[in-house]
């Protein structure tokens, strides 16, 4: 009899409960939900509203006190060059990171899915970058990017008898030499998400496009790259996201120098905070990069939505 | 015909397994070079005419590392940190992927939105306040302090990847327990978990990983150097040594092999998770 009515709520209702137990069981399920909700609320939603807050006040980080001053944070912006230099290098930063990011990892993901060889062994080698901790790669392109014995001036030279550049230390190569770094450490992220979606395209598609006499070029254009839309529309978004919030890459490499060549907005607050002890002014600079992610990201999900329908 | 289409697809397969492992090794090439540097007297890593395997294998730098910092007590934070923030997630998303596969109430599908949405936040808008948050509870400069921040935000991505493993669980399982006469909480931990012990071990590896690696919350929150952990202590010695590169890379090494053990273990899962669409684990 129990049973019979277990497995008739079940079909119904996507359900299986005794009805008796139905209000008491919903009061569990919220109960064990809690702790969940609990730690989002005192852990994220708090700090977060909490921060927002922080940015209308002048205040200092040691002793946290000090006066509300309104919109002052976010008025001082406007002249100030630090802001502008780390927009600047935030900008520069996330589209050329995003941009090589993107360009490696879909040609080593299309290589991956080709059949040759040792492929297995080539996919786990080929992602072990990622999961490398930032620190240990930092130190390891230090050492390579090192002027006097690096490896890379070295080759450099060997190769094509480059002299010697000092990578980290001079403000034009600073910043491109993180990239390199950062697409080194990040393109098997791109790999991660285009590979799983490549396997299933089906091959039909491809030996049809072949009778049709399609070029290599056509196939990828026609039949690969429409597949792979959906996933560059969140690839795109994500990667701006994750790199433009990035603090630890540039604060590792570079710790911002030489002479802020390489300070973007994350490690703009670091410095804020810690090193001119301005709490509300951190504040403020973080709050500006939200609403900056904020406003991209909805003009950028109107445009893929629109530019969807257009091609649909 | 049929040979010269054999032949071409023969060149090409050759072309694609040559032009592909170029670039693997390339990718590799770093980590190969750290371990291979690790291993060699300081003469020849200054050397103007680098080997790419060293001459004379020697431990030294292995045992300067160890002498000269403080890495044994620095591993064994940052081991406690990581294992107490992953299995905090495991159990707490546990409990949340059950609440949310196995019952309905109100709000559900919004707060599991809202969770994901945390992804989008910048970390540093957290610091400021995180900073003070904790100093008021007088947590900072503690292995809490880490593992409260490390549970919070690897948690999104611990309810979203178990809830999805939940989800695969037949409920008649849930049911022939519950006729059997077991409660909600015994159905929970004797038969559920147990069969979602993949996801939970993937999961576990997922945040291990990440809290093992992370620098910014450390940086943050931890001041004595008593509690520093791996990443923030190899920073340290970094600023502190002024580049011995012998013994660094000695470091580099030691610090990334408990990943590489765990990415071994989990590479084809790998694929499959992050495929799945939670591939938004930030490390």
């Known amino acids: 009899m129990a049973s019979g009515s277990v497995a008739l709520r079940a079909r119904r209702r996507f359900r299986y409960l005794p009805s008796d137990l139905e209000t008491r069981e919903k009061w569990l399920g919220f109960f064990i939900f809690l702790p969940v909700i609990l730690l989002f609320l005192t852990f994220f939603a708090y700090p977060l509203f909490y921060g927002i807050t922080l ?11 000090g006066p509300f001053i309104g919109v002052d944070n976010f008025r001082t912006f406007l002249s100030s060059a630090d802001v502008r230099n780390a927009l600047g290098n935030s900008l520069y930063w996330t589209v050329a990171s995003l941009t090589l990011n993107l360009l490696v990892g879909l040609l080593v993901a299309l290589a991956l899915n080709e059949r040759f060889p040792g492929r297995n062994l080539a996919r786990g080698l080929a992602l072990s970058s990622y999961l490398i901790p930032l620190v240990v790669s930092a130190a390891i392109w230090q050492w390579m990017f090192n002027a006097q014995y690096g490896i890379i001036n070295y080759t450099l030279f060997k190769l094509w008898g480059i002299l010697p550049v000092s990578w980290l230390s001079d ?26 979606r490549l396997q299933t395209i089906p091959e039909e598609l491809y030996s049809a496009a072949k009778v049709d006499g399609a070029s290599a070029w056509d196939r990828f254009v026609d039949v690969t790259l429409p597949h792979l839309r959906s996933l560059f529309v969140v690839l795109i978004l994500l990667r701006f996201i994750f790199d433009f919030n990035d603090f630890t890459t540039l ?62 | ?103 309905r109430f109100r709000g559900q599908g919004l707060s599991l939105r809202v969770v994901l949405l945390t992804y989008l936040f910048p970390a540093v808008l957290l610091v400021v306040p995180m900073f003070i948050i904790l100093r008021n509870l007088k947590l900072t400069d503690s292995y809490a302090a880490l593992i409260i921040v490390h549970t919070a935000t690897g948690l999104p991505l611990g309810l979203w990847l178990l809830r999805a493993y939940f989800q695969s669980i037949p409920i008649e399982l849930d049911q022939a327990a519950m006729i059997d006469g077991a409660s909600r909480l015994e159905t929970l931990f004797d038969v559920l978990m147990p069969q ?20 910014l919350w450390p940086l943050i929150l931890i001041t004595s150097r008593s509690q ?25 090494v030691v610090f990334a092999l408990p990943v590489v053990f765990l990415f071994t273990f989990i590479q084809s899962r790998l694929v499959r998770g992050l495929g799945a669409g939670a591939g938004a684990v930030k490390f």
């Open chain 1, 55 to 65: 940015s209308f006040y002048k205040l200092n980080t040691l002793t946290l006190t």
């Open chain 1, 171 to 196: 403000p034009k190569t600073a910043m491109p030499a993180a990239i390199v770094l950062n697409v080194w450490r990040t393109f098997p992220f791109v790999v991660i998400v285009l590979l799983p």
């Open chain 1, 251 to 312: 604060a590792l490499l570079t710790g911002g120098g030489p002479v802020h060549a390489t300070e973007t907005l994350p490690l703009l607050v670091y410095r804020q905070m810690f090193g001119l002890a301005d709490t509300g002014a951190a504040a403020a600079v973080a709050v500006l990069m939200l609403l900056f992610l904020l406003i991209l990201a909805v003009v950028y999900l109107q445009l893929a939505n629109r530019g969807e329908r257009a091609s649909a």
């Open chain 2, 1 to 103: 015909m049929i040979a010269n289409y054999r032949a071409r697809e023969g060149v090409r397969t050759g072309f694609i397994f040559t032009v592909t492992w170029l670039v693997v090794l390339v990718a590799v090439f770093p980590l190969f070079w750290a371990l291979s540097t690790s291993l060699r007297d300081n003469q020849e890593i200054i050397s103007r005419t680098p080997t790419l395997l060293p001459v004379d294998f020697t431990l030294e730098n292995y045992d300067t590392m160890l002498k000269l910092s403080n890495f044994p007590q620095q591993f064994s934070n940052s081991t406690i940190i990581a294992i107490g923030s992953s299995l905090s997630v495991v159990f707490f998303g546990s409990l949340g992927a059950y609440s949310l596969t196995r019952f």
């Open chain 2, 196 to 215: 979602a012990i993949p996801g939970m071990i993937s999961i576990f590896i997922f945040i291990f990983v990440f809290s093992w690696g992370d620098y």
């Open chain 2, 228 to 252: 520093m952990t791996l990443p923030l202590g190899l920073h340290t010695y970094m600023n502190d040594m002024g580049f011995e590169w012998g013994p660094l890379m000695a470091a580099t």
